[in-house]
């Protein structure tokens, strides 16, 4: 942890953090709180990984992925997600898209056409991002940049509760293997690895709860808004 920028800038609260690690619902829950606007960037990966997957683009085709990354036909209305006007809010989280989001995300055409697509969700009311480079390279200039961690044992327990499965089970193994195998594609990529920045609050959300998570997050924005 070191100092925040002062005077604060971009009205962006930055969570990043690897899967998993419910970086999602907090971001969701303190752009709720704070009557911001909400970004799920990985949303855009996974949608452009579907709709390649969709046009049967070879996935070595970066210039291909990277045209229909520019042009994702997505409407975000009332909670869903429209991909071509089909309603893809529950597909799009199934870890095979979650696998080829990865798989894209190495790309830096890729992730150069989704760049302004992401800023442009920043208005006048101000935005919480959750993704892996929010603060390094979408929202460098964030008021406040949070680097969410627990372990991967611990993040492969998180999903298999919520998707019904048991630690003893094979299916708990194949989690945690592909929880282990996304990290270390995200954070050893070449272009945006997911790593914290220098002055990113580091919260280790092992032993905290969605709500001790958000608290503390709201306690460090609270000390910058003084
Ligand atoms: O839900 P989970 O945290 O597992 O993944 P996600 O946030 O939906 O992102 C899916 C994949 O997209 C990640 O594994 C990353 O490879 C990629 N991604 C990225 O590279 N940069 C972002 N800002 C967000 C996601």
Redesign the pocket.
Known sequence: MSTLPFPHSTKVIAIDG????G??TIAARIASILNRDYLD???L??LTALFAQQRQIDWTNEEQIAQLAAALPVIFIEGKILLNDLDVTHIIRSEEV?MN??KI?VYPLVRAALLQRQRGFLTARGLVA?????ASV?FPSAELKIFLTASAQIRAERRALQLGISVNSDEFKQILADIEK?DT??RTRLV?PLQPVADAHILDTSSLNIEESVQKILDWYQIIEK
């Open positions: 690897p899967s998993a690690s970086k999602g960037s990985g949303a990966y996974r979650g989001a990865s995300a959750d993704g892996r480079d929010m979408v996304r594609a995200d945006a």
